[in-house]
T-cell receptor, first 113, second 111 residues
Framework: NAGVMQNPRHLVRRRGQEARLRCSPMKGHSHVYWYRQLPEEGLKFMVYLQKENIIDESGMPKERFSAEFPKEGPSILRIQQVVRGDSAAYFC???????????FGPGTRLTVL | KQEVTQIPAALSVPEGENLVLNCSFTDSAIYNLQWFRQDPGKGLTSLLLIQSSQREQTSGRLNASLDKSSGRSTLYIAASQPGDSATYLCAVEGNNNDMRFGAGTRLTVKP
């Protein structure tokens, strides 16, 4: 059973470009969480999704950020018109249910030049 | 602002020894606490999850306790093995879904 997969592992973008981060949950997991870890800070919750539904997006910046978890395929975190402050490690976690353990992927490190 | 501290930062023990890793947090209003294992070049592996209403969880040779009022958790590893060598992270999830990690304890188990 493969763990949570994230790709790419490293992503470099210039200011103004778009960044797309992918997360494939563990088999049988229908709940996906995205977290962001800024340099020198702890992990911060961004958004919680179930298949085709956003359950909680209270941690998402109001603009430029969006997330989806379609019926088929991975969950996507999309950042439009990236700025240097978006440089961070973005972690995805999955679980079989809301109150179950979350299993984390290796993260995607985004660098905005 | 929640702060999570792990002691010791590094620990080296001979194989077979029982050991305890410590985690403390400043804000007792937590949703849950998790212990993770991190191996070099890999993502985090969740070991044990303790809900705020629970006092301990056990999985195999691992036992984690939670004392919310004093802001402490311990991870007990029995009969340590070289394969247990890794960095162990404690993470506290607040009621606002923020997850705060400690800096980790780097464990080395010598054969």
């Amino acid at each position: 059973n493969a763990g949570v997969m994230q790709n790419p592992r490293h992503l470099v973008r210039r200011r103004g470009q778009e960044a797309r981060l992918r997360c494939s949950p563990m088999k049988g997991h229908s709940h996906v969480y995205w977290y962001r870890q800024l340099p020198e800070e702890g992990l911060k919750f961004m958004v919680y999704l179930q298949k085709e539904n956003i359950i909680d997006e209270s941690g998402m910046p109001k603009e430029r950020f969006s997330a989806e978890f379609p019926k088929e395929g991975p969950s996507i975190l999309r950042i439009q018109q990236v700025v240097r402050g978006d440089s961070a490690a973005y972690f995805c976690a999955s679980s079989p249910g809301q109150d179950n353990e979350q299993f984390f992927g290796p993260g995607t490190r985004l660098t905005v030049l | 602002k929640q702060e999570v501290t792990q002691i010791p930062a590094a620990l080296s023990v001979p194989e077979g020894e029982n050991l305890v890793l410590n985690c403390s947090f400043t804000d007792s209003a937590i949703y849950n606490l998790q212990w993770f294992r991190q191996d070099p070049g890999k993502g985090l592996t969740s070991l044990l999850l303790i809900q705020s209403s629970q006092r301990e969880q056990t999985s195999g040779r691992l036992n984690a306790s939670l004392d919310k009022s004093s802001g402490r958790s311990t991870l007990y590893i029995a009969a340590s093995q070289p394969g247990d060598s890794a960095t162990y992270l404690c993470a506290v999830e607040g009621n606002n879904n923020d997850m705060r990690f400690g800096a980790g304890t780097r464990l080395t188990v010598k054969p």
